[in-house]
């Protein structure tokens, strides 16, 4: 059994048709539900707010469950002067498929639903599940972690294992950095520029101080997730062009490594803070935080698509480290469900000419179907 290459870039660009901005998901779900009509294929629509569809695609019957999760929203055109093409009408050029979501992750989703126009009238000896799901790019309340809820009343069954389908080269990503977002506010003497040298505190001079010793290279290293990143992404301060700034604001973006906590974190970069200005004059705010995450590789469902993806591709698999932002395989993992990234290569993703290589998209099909073949069925 084998994917059709041709197939999957047809449903592609079907999905990259629409236009399904984060929000506007409405469209492109239907045409999923259709297509799921279509081919004769049990699914259920999940909706926490209207018109936010994810569908859910249920095939095979039995007792071990395996399911696919894709994302159907994509971000929006940031300069649409800087594409040779137009985002939203799909072009193959060679081996390549342009267009906003190609890469992520629409052509991802089009392997997952031609999986299962295959598997549709073949008998599996356990369950298939392709979750199709909204609002991945803006935290998921709508989609993924809609549907981890519903699973946790026990209204959707409980996946024994997932594979999310994000782009990962065709590499075996077991698991993704944390989050720690949080805004420093400096709190310095605003005064008259005359009195820049006497009274006045400026506090985007406080700030640059603080930037310059916390934007660094972090020296740890976790061998499956890669090093720990930060990076200062935001600045705000000042109101006058004639007055020193009293107080000013950065933002910064920390990604985490396990064994690293929310409250490690900060006490690290509140230690090079206070070595940096030689004083505690600022507040750490509005911190928003999500912890590292990993279905380690020698847990069994790593090995089980460690072996498939071996005795398809008969070479040693590689593992995916260090690249790579959060996915929605993060709130599987939270909820205790095993969950590995297996996706195609490509490139652009949330940039201009966005692509995906549509050979990788065949390769990861056969993937897909080898691992359900031998998780379900044991060949
Ligand atoms: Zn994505």
Redesign the pocket.
């Known amino acids: 059994m084998r994917v059709n290459k041709n197939r999957i870039v047809e449903i592609a660009k079907d999905l990259i048709k629409y236009k399904s901005l984060t929000g506007m998901e409405k469209d492109i779900g239907e045409y999923v539900a259709g297509f799921f009509e279509n081919i004769g294929v049990e699914y259920s629509i999940y909706e926490k707010e209207e018109g936010r569809p994810n569908t859910i695609a249920y095939l095979g019957h039995g007792e071990k469950t395996i399911a696919f999760n894709?994302?159907l929203d994509v971000v929006p055109i940031a300069d649409e002067s800087k594409w040779e093409t137009d985002p939203f009408s799909p072009q193959l050029k060679g081996n390549r498929l342009f267009g906003r979501g190609s890469y992520?992750?629409k052509g991802s989703c089009a392997v997952m639903m031609h999986i299962a126009e295959i598997l549709a009238k073949r008998k599996l000896n356990g369950n298939l599940q392709i979750q199709l799901v909204s609002d991945?790019?803006k935290g998921a309340t709508f989609g993924t972690r809609h549907i981890v809820e519903l699973i946790e009343k026990g209204k959707i069954k409980k996946p024994d294992c997932l594979i999310v389908g994000?782009?990962s080269d065709l590499k075996i990503r077991t698991g993704e950095r944390g989050m720690l977002v949080f805004d420093v506010k400096f709190k310095g003497q605003a005064a008259h520029t005359a009195n820049a040298r006497f009274e006045a505190i400026n506090a985007i001079v406080m700030a640059s101080k603080a930037v310059l010793a916390i934007d660094r290279k972090i020296d740890k290293y976790h061998p499956e997730i890669g090093s720990p990143v930060i990076s200062v992404n935001m600045i705000s301060g000042g109101k006058a062009i004639n007055q020193v700034p009293g107080e000013c604001v950065i933002t910064v973006d920390r990604r985490t490594i396990p064994g690293e906590t929310k409250e490690s974190v900060l006490a690290e970069i509140g230690e090079q803070i206070d070595k940096g200005l030689g004083k505690k004059d600022y507040e750490i705010m509005n911190t928003y935080y999500c912890g590292a995450n990993i279905t380690p590789k020698d847990s069994s469902f790593a090995e089980t698509v460690f072996k498939v993806v071996k005795d398809i591709f008969k070479t040693e698999p590689e593992f995916y480290v260090g690249v790579g932002g959060v996915?929605?395989a993060r709130w599987f993992r939270y909820a205790g469900m095993p969950t590995i990234i297996y996706g195609p290569l490509g490139e652009g993703?949330h940039g201009p000419n966005e692509y995906v290589n549509v050979d990788s998209l065949e390769k990861q099909g056969n993937i897909y179907l080898g691992l359900i073949n031998h998780y379900l069925n044991g060949d």
């Open positions: 894709g994302h992520d992750m991945e790019e994000e782009g996915t929605d993703a």
